[in-house]
């Protein structure tokens, strides 16, 4: 997707070998047309499979998938990161390892948002090492619900989160695919 | 509003005394159809006022501050409650007390995304003891730009939110103020 591409060369902010910082536009604050042009996109994609529900995490996967989520016409189920008094104890879950954080938590879903009826598209923000991701589709299999697929909006294709879904079977659509991110540039596949 | 006012009695969970629980359509599954008239109603609501950005703390403020946002022509940016790695080191922040959590926490918005030109519009999911939105208010006014309103989706009529708010200038627009929620039943003012 070349609107993206080009707005992750002139706002991205490289911070280190491997690392770049888009929240100016997609994490932090939200550039609400982009989104719609990345919900234009996830839509062309995925346009042929059935799909009844979306499913992110959160946070910053929420906004992506709501605006996407207008352009399916389905509701957005979000799993939740961090403890809360207000979620069902019946809940779907599965444990993400962090590379950021150096630690694993838990991310859940309530056991009624997600049933083996549904064809669920699965939509992040980033894809790099796909723990989230994987952690995600744990959570449609456990509920006996189909993955029609994954939509990320940024691959760093360098790490090793498509190879890792893809041997599940999965199918990506990564809008922006990273091939590498050194000595100050970024070089997309 | 009428639509959110019967989803409420039709979706709603009373757990408690004081306590409904609407995440089958507000904050953990997302009706993306009703936030759309969530969000044309908070735009006739702030039609006439100068509205340059969306403000609103992670979670579940997402969803619906973007697609408010798409009634407003503006970005959206969100207080992050969380410790990132990824997050500026050059931040407005702002103590909030959680009943739910018992305990302080701290938000924080880069100081790149809130400028003296800005005229916020600060939303959010609920409004209680008015805790969460003076955080957002003070991050607002330390970053010396105008608070054009608060909307709130379901205000909670019998905390103090609303009076905290009002003691300090702020314009608040409820779409559904809950009187009372006593022996199973929801009252609305």
Redesign the interface.
């Known amino acids: 997707m070349e609107l993206l591409k080009d707005r992750i060369l002139k706002d991205g902010k490289i911070i280190g070998d491997g690392i770049v910082?888009v929240?100016?536009f997609l994490?932090?604050?939200?550039?609400?047309?982009l989104?719609?042009e990345i919900g234009r996109e996830f839509k062309e994609r995925f346009n042929n499979v059935k799909i009844s529900k979306i499913l992110t995490v959160?946070?910053s996967g929420?906004?992506i998938a709501?605006?996407a989520?207008?352009y399916f016409?389905?509701?957005?189920?979000?799993a939740?990161k961090?403890?809360?008094?207000?979620?069902?104890l019946d809940t779907f879950h599965s444990e993400v390892y962090s590379y950021?954080?150096q630690k694993s938590y838990n991310i859940r879903?309530?056991k009624?948002?997600i049933t083996p009826e549904d064809s669920i598209l699965i939509i992040d923000d980033f894809l790099a090492n796909g723990k989230a991701a994987s952690g995600l589709v744990d959570i449609v299999q456990q509920a006996g619900a189909a993955v029609a697929g994954v939509g990320i909006v940024i691959e760093k294709g360098f790490q090793k989160g498509r190879e890792v879904l893809l041997q599940n079977g999965i199918r990506i659509e990564s809008l922006a695919i990273i091939e590498s991110i050194e000595e100050g540039t970024i070089t997309f596949s």
């Open positions: 910082k929240d100016s994490n932090h604050q939200l550039d609400i047309e989104f719609n959160e946070s929420i906004a709501c605006i989520a207008q016409n389905v509701p957005v189920v979000f939740k961090h403890d809360a008094l207000n979620i069902d950021t954080k879903v309530s009624k948002y």
